[in-house]
């Protein structure tokens, strides 16, 4: 019996975003993810790492690879926040527009999302230096040298952080 697909709603921009604020508030406040969340993220990292013949997680990745690309180095924050409070299919089922329009907003709003406990939680979930290699492994995949030092800068932004992430640690 072939599958039958799930009717998923289309979210809005406005409610797309209250998610993911609600994702921020709860961590803030808890400071600790529970496995699902954890499994989430996991996932999302493999689906960045891997290509994608799937137009649905193709259009995950591309969502996820925007957020990475955003100037300050919030971009980890923001794919575990998504990742969490998203995930894959309700992003898949916006309409592009409705895709950009979100990556805009979240990227307008990064330095409210980007909290020093949220950066704990993503360091803890391995999240810095697991993108840290996405990004490596982007750039050598890169033809141009403009693309290529863009990756670099958000490379050592995120280096820098894994590192004074691990030095904390040892106190």
């Not at 209250?18 to 496995?35: A, G, P």
């Not at 979930?125 to 890169?142: A, P, Q, R, V, W």
């Amino acid at each position: 019996m072939p599958r039958r697909a799930r009717n998923q709603k289309t979210l809005s921009v406005h409610e797309a975003l209250q998610e993911v604020r609600d994702c921020h508030s709860t961590l803030r406040h808890i400071n600790v993810m529970d496995k699902s969340q954890s499994q989430k993220i996991q996932r999302a990292i493999k689906i960045l790492d891997e290509v994608q013949e799937s137009t649905k997680r193709y259009h995950y990745k591309m969502f996820l690879e925007d957020l990475l690309k955003h100037d300050d180095d919030a971009g980890p924050v923001l794919v575990m926040l998504c990742a969490i409070a998203l995930g894959q299919a309700k992003i898949a089922h916006m309409n592009r527009a409705t895709r950009y329009a979100l990556l805009s907003q979240i990227k307008d709003l990064s330095q409210e999302f980007d909290r020093p406990i949220l950066r704990s939680l993503a360091s803890r979930e391995g999240l810095f230096s697991k993108i840290s290699t996405l990004l490596l492994s982007m750039m050598k995949k890169s033809l141009t040298l403009q693309i290529r030092v863009s990756h670099m800068k958000l490379l050592t932004s995120y280096l820098r952080y894994s590192t004074i992430a691990k030095w904390n640690k040892r106190k």
